[in-house]
């Protein structure tokens, strides 16, 4: 897929719907009208993040539902994937993957902050906040 810096919403929801017509998971996408990335580099790393959030929450969490935000607040673009599945420390042990580590690597590339963690209701949240600049 073919992403630039104002395709990111499109690709999200390409992905969104995909997912819920493939693996049967209910995928709810919110965001603000105003996302607006400033670089397509940049654009490409937060759509490989959110793509690698959620594949882990429909390959380990046996999530029945997938929620996913991108707003823009003052320039600071956030994008969070929160399941309703066992949660990731219920999953920590089965180190096995890259999925994590790439998340991470991605989000340092583009000088952005990257929280992986227990969701308020259960499940995981991961979330990435990346300042426009």
Do not use: P, W
Not at 8 to 20: I, Q, S
Not at 25 to 53: G, Y
């Amino acid at each position: 897929m073919d992403i630039d810096a104002d395709g990111l919403l499109f690709a999200v929801e390409d992905l969104t719907e995909h997912v819920e017509k493939v693996y049967g998971i209910k995928c709810n996408f919110a965001h603000t009208n105003s996302v607006k990335i400033k670089s397509n580099l940049n654009a490409i790393h937060l759509f490989l993040i959110t793509q690698e959030a959620i594949n882990n929450a429909v390959k380990h969490s046996k999530a029945k539902n997938i929620d996913i935000e991108i707003t823009d607040i003052d320039g600071a673009i956030t994008v969070s994937v929160c399941d309703d599945g066992i949660g990731i420390e219920n999953l920590l042990d089965r180190r096995t993957g890259m999925g994590l580590n790439i998340m991470k690597y991605r989000a340092r590339i583009i000088n952005s902050s990257l929280y992986i963690g227990q969701n308020v209701a259960g499940g995981t949240r991961i979330t990435c906040t990346y300042k426009n600049e």
